[in-house]
C-alpha cells in the first residue's frame, strides 16, 4: 500500500535488495526471415509474430482454439435482422466480443476498428492477391464490420460464386491484428511487399502481444538475427483471463553452429533451445550418463503439423510430365524405404508420414489401415511400372514410356521417354541430400532414374511456385485447423498456397464440404476424406513427420509442462499468447523484499511526536510474495494483512520479514520506532534565601520518553533566558531585590516536545522562605506553618491552666 511521500519519515535506514532482471534465453538454428507478419515464410517468424501480435482467437495447451483478442464469439443466427434482410446463410456471419482492456503498445487503444481494417485489408476484391500470407482464410472473407467499439462480424463467401458460405473455422482466426493507425496511410502492395514491418517510433513494432520489442530490433537482427523482447506491462491477459509473464525480458539468439548451441545450452547461457538431431542425442546420452546435470530434454511430435515430403508438380508441364500418371507416383511410394529414412537420417527423430494431417493433431489426423498404405515392396513397385507400359527397352536400367503408358496415351510425353526426372533439394535443410541420394538408389531399383540438383531455398521456392519442375524435397506446417492444409492442396490455391498445382474432383467436393460442415463429426468425415484421396493419388509422398527436439535448464526456469500430452505448449506454437510462456517461472533461490514506510508526525533526532502507522512493502519478482511477517518488542510474530498503528511512547522495536511463494525467507529486519507525544514536566519549583544578600533557586524536570534535552530561566520577565546544561535538578540565581519577583521556565525534551512554568514570591530581608511549584504547595506550607503556631500556642495556654505540683502558687518572679 502506498502513502504520500510527503508524510513518509523512515525510522531507520532499511536496506534495500534490488531483485535482478529475470531473462528467458532461446536458442535457434532458424533466424526470423522478415518482421514484416505478411510476408514471413518460415517458422522462426511466426513464433516471433506470437510474442508481439494477437489475433482473435489463439491456441491452447490441446491444439484447440482459446479466446485472445475475442474474449467470445458466435454464429449470428438466422433470426438476427440483419440476416434476415440479406439473406446470409446461417454460419456465414460469425460475432465477436472483443477485450476492452487492450492497447497497443503505442499507448493507443485497441478497437473493433484495427478489425475491421485488418480484415478488410486482405480479403477485399483488390487487395486479395497481394496480401496471400492468411489467404487460407481470408478467401473466404466478404467484410468485416464494426458493430461497436468492442463488437465486430465477419462474413463469410464463396470467393468464385459471390455467395454467402458457412465457414467451421470462425472459431480459430489466428491471423495477427495489426495497428490500424499505424497502417491505414499505406497500400496493400506498400504493406505486403515492402513495409519493414517495423517503424521510427518507439517501440519499432506496434502491437498488442505479450512482448514488446526493444528500440534496437530491427538493428540487432539486421546484425546477427539476435532480438530482444520486453514483457509488456500493458498486456491484456491479466485482467482478461489471469495470464501474466513472469520475466522481464525474452531474447531469441539466432546461431549458424549447432554445437556452439548445446554447448551454450550446457554452459548455462541458454535457457532453452531446439538442437538439430545429431547434438540433441549426445545430449541425451550425456544426461543419461550424468556428465550434464540440470537439463531435461523432449522429442516428440511438432505441433505445427510439420512434415517432409516429395512433391510432384501437378501442372502439365515442366521436364517430364510423365510424373502425371499415377502409376508412376504410386510406384515410387512403394518404393521409399520410410522406416529407413526415418532411422537413419532422421535418427529415429521422426515418424514415418503418411496423410496431410500429422498424428499430433490426434482428432483431425486420419490413421490410415494396413490395407490403405502403400507397403514398401520394390518388387510390387517395379511390376506396377511394367504392367502400367513402362519397360526398360534398352536396357540401360531406366524405364521408358510405351505406347501403352498413361503418359504416352494422354500425351503428356513422347514415346520413348525415359523415366528421368530432375529432383530439387534446398542446400539449407541438411541432411536431405543424403536422403535424396537415398531414393536414388531405391528408385534405380524399379528403373527410375533422379537427377538432383541442389539450390538454395529462395531459388527453390521461385521454381516450385512456376510450376515447372519435375519433383522437389520440400515440407509443409500448418495451423491446427484443417482448413490451412486442404486449402493448400485445393484448386482455389493454384497460384498462391498450392505448391503442386493438385486437384482432383471428388477431393474439391470434400474440401468445400469440409469448409461448412458446422458440426465437428460431420466435418471430420469430410476432412478424413480428403486426406484418403490426396494419399491415394500422391501428390504428395509424405516422407516423415519429424520431431522437435527441445532442451531446457531446469535450474533457471521452472513450469515446462509436458508437451507430449500439451502440444500446444511447445515454443513451436506460432498462433499468439504461447500458454507456455505464462507459466514460466524464474526458478527462485531468492528472497523477497521488505521495505517500511512510517507515517506520523517527526520530532527531533528521529523521534515521532504523535502515533505512527507502519506500511510493510514487500516485492518478489520472481515467484511472488506468500506472507510478510512483524513483531513488536518481545511480543509474539503477527502476518501483516494492513497498516498498523504504534502509539506507546519510548523507544520500540519492530521485526519483519516476508517469505515467497517458493518458500525463500528473507533475512529478519529490526528497525526502532521512537515516539513521545507527552510534554516534558517541571516537577518542582522553589527559591530558599539565606539572608545576607545569599540565596539560590532550584528546579526539577521529568521527561519518561525522549528525555529532557535543555531548559532556560528568566526573571521577572526579562528578556534576557539563561540556558542552563543540568537537565534535571538545577540550582542557580543570585539574590534579587527584596519585593516580589517571578521565575519564567522553559523546557525541551529530545523528541522536541515543549513545556513552561513560572512562579512568583515576595522576598524581604533575613528570612529564608521556601516556595513551592503551585499554589497548593503554597497553601501546604502556609498551612503547616499555621498549625505549628496554633500548636505553640495552644501548649503556652495549657502551661498556664495547670498549677504546680503540690497545690501551691508561687509567686512571680521579679
Request: glycine content about 6%; charged content about 15%.
Amino acid at each position: 500500500m502506498a502513502v504520500p511521500s510527503s508524510v513518509i519519515s523512515l525510522a531507520e535506514p532499511v536496506a534495500i535488495q534490488s531483485p535482478s532482471e529475470s531473462v528467458l534465453r532461446i536458442g535457434t538454428l532458424q533466424v526470423v526471415d522478415t518482421l514484416n507478419p505478411f510476408i514471413g515464410i518460415n517458422d522462426a517468424s511466426y513464433m516471433f509474430y506470437s510474442m508481439v501480435y494477437d489475433g482473435l482467437q489463439s491456441i491452447g495447451n490441446d491444439l484447440g482454439p482459446v479466446p485472445d483478442l475475442a474474449t467470445s464469439w458466435w454464429i449470428v443466427p438466422e433470426t438476427d435482422p440483419e440476416l434476415v434482410a440479406s439473406g446470409e446463410l446461417f454460419g456465414s456471419v460469425w460475432e465477436y466480443n472483443l477485450t476492452t482492456h487492450a492497447n497497443w503498445s503505442d499507448g493507443t487503444p485497441f478497437t473493433a476498428d484495427d478489425v475491421v481494417f485488418t480484415i478488410n485489408l486482405q480479403c477485399s476484391v483488390g487487395n486479395y492477391s497481394t496480401m496471400w500470407t492468411y489467404q487460407p482464410y481470408t478467401y473466404f472473407m466478404s467484410y468485416a464490420e464494426k458493430v461497436s467499439d468492442h463488437q465486430v462480424r465477419i462474413h463469410f463467401f464463396d470467393r468464385l460464386s459471390g455467395e454467402p458460405k458457412p465457414v467451421a473455422f470462425g472459431n480459430s482466426l489466428t491471423m495477427p491484428i495489426v495497428p490500424k493507425h499505424k497502417l491505414e496511410s499505406m497500400t496493400a502492395a506498400e504493406i505486403g511487399f515492402n513495409w519493414s514491418g517495423t517503424f521510427t517510433t518507439n517501440p519499432p513494432i506496434v502491437g498488442t502481444g505479450p512482448f514488446i520489442p526493444t528500440m534496437s530490433l530491427r538493428q540487432d537482427w539486421l546484425r546477427d538475427g539476435n532480438m530482444t523482447l520486453i514483457r509488456n506491462p500493458d498486456y491484456h491477459g491479466l485482467l482478461d483471463y489471469g495470464t501474466s509473464i513472469h520475466f522481464d525480458k525474452l531474447v531469441l539468439r539466432y546461431y549458424l553452429d549447432p554445437i556452439a548451441l548445446r554447448n551454450d545450452l550446457v554452459n548455462g547461457e541458454l535457457d532453452t533451445a531446439q538442437l538439430s538431431p545429431e547434438t540433441y542425442l549426445a545430449l541425451k546420452d550425456d544426461i543419461s550418463t550424468g556428465n550434464i546435470s540440470s537439463v531435461e530434454t523432449y522429442d516428440g511430435l511438432k505441433c505445427t503439423n510439420y512434415w517432409t515430403d516429395i512433391g510432384f508438380s501437378m501442372n502439365v508441364a515442366g521436364p517430364n510430365p510423365a510424373r502425371l500418371d499415377p502409376f508412376v507416383r504410386w510406384a515410387m511410394a512403394m518404393a521409399t524405404d520410410k522406416a529407413t529414412i526415418v532411422d537413419n537420417y532422421y535418427l529415429g527423430l521422426a515418424e514415418a508420414g503418411s496423410t496431410l494431417i500429422s498424428p499430433v493433431n490426434s482428432f483431425w489426423h486420419l490413421q490410415l489401415s494396413a490395407d490403405e498404405q502403400f507397403e514398401f515392396n520394390l518388387t510390387a513397385a517395379a511390376t506396377i511400372l511394367e504392367l502400367s507400359g513402362y519397360v526398360d527397352v534398352n536396357a540401360n536400367g531406366i524405364r521408358e514410356c510405351t505406347n501403352e503408358s498413361l503418359a504416352y496415351l494422354e500425351g503428356w510425353v513422347p514415346e520413348n521417354t525415359p523415366l528421368t526426372f530432375e529432383f530439387i533439394v534446398s542446400q539449407e535443410r541438411s541432411g536431405e541430400l543424403s536422403i535424396a541420394q537415398f531414393l536414388k538408389s531405391l528408385y534405380a531399383l524399379i528403373g527410375i532414374d533422379l537427377q538432383i540438383y541442389v539450390v538454395d531455398e529462395a531459388t527453390l521456392a521461385t521454381i516450385v511456385y512456376s510450376y515447372n519442375y519435375d519433383m522437389v524435397l520440400w515440407y509443409w506446417s500448418s495451423d491446427p485447423d484443417p482448413n490451412y492444409i486442404l486449402f493448400a492442396e485445393s484448386k482455389v490455391a493454384w497460384n498462391c498456397w498450392s505448391d503442386n498445382m493438385y486437384t482432383d474432383p471428388y477431393y474439391e467436393e470434400n474440401y468445400t464440404n469440409s469448409v461448412s460442415a458446422l458440426d465437428k463429426a460431420e466435418r471430420k468425415t469430410f476432412v478424413d476424406n480428403c486426406q484418403l484421396i490426396n494419399y491415394v493419388d500422391s501428390p504428395y509422398i509424405v516422407l516423415a513427420y519429424p520431431y522437435q527436439t527441445y532442451a531446457w535448464r531446469t535450474d533457471t526456469f521452472s513450469g515446462w509442462g509436458d508437451w507430449a500430452a500439451n502440444p500446444g505448449r511447445s515454443l513451436d506454437a506460432e498462433w499468439g499468447a504461447n500458454p507456455l510462456l505464462f507459466d514460466l517461472m524464474p526458478i527462485d533461490d531468492q528472497p523477497p523484499v521488505t521495505s517500511i514506510d512510517v507515517l506520523g508526525t517527526s520530532g527531533e533526532g528521529g523521534w515521532y511526536i504523535s502515533p505512527v502507522t507502519v506500511y510493510l512493502n514487500a516485492t518478489d519478482d520472481i515467484s511472488g510474495v506468500n506472507h510478510t511477517y512483524y513483531k513488536l518488542g518481545s511480543g509474539s510474530w503477527q502476518e501483516y494483512t494492513a497498516p498498523f498503528s504504534m502509539s506507546s511512547n519510548g523507544n520500540q522495536t519492530l521485526e519483519y520479514y516476508s517469505v515467497d511463494v517458493s518458500g525463500n525467507e528473507e533475512q529478519h529486519w529490526t528497525t526502532y520506532i521512537h515516539i513521545d507525544t507527552r510534554v516534558p514536566e517541571v516537577v518542582s519549583m522553589s527559591v530558599i534565601s539565606e539572608g545576607n544578600g545569599t540565596a539560590h533557586w532550584n528546579y526539577t524536570l521529568k521527561d519518561n520518553s525522549s528525555g529532557i534535552f535543555r531548559s532556560q530561566y528568566s526573571l521577572d520577565n526579562g528578556t534576557s533566558w539563561v540556558t542552563v546544561n543540568d537537565l534535571t535538578n538545577v540550582t542557580t540565581g543570585s539574590w534579587p531585590e527584596l519585593g516580589t519577583h517571578t521565575i519564567m521556565i522553559r523546557v525541551w525534551d529530545n523528541a522536541g516536545n515543549y513545556a513552561e512554568d513560572s512562579m512568583t514570591f515576595t522576598l524581604s530581608e533575613n528570612e529564608t522562605i521556601i516556595f513551592g511549584l503551585t499554589l497548593l504547595g503554597v497553601i501546604a506550607i502556609l498551612a503547616a506553618v499555621v498549625v505549628v503556631l496554633l500548636l505553640v500556642a495552644f501548649m503556652l495556654m495549657r502551661k498556664k491552666a495547670v498549677p504546680p505540683a503540690g497545690g501551691e502558687t508561687e509567686p512571680p518572679a521579679p
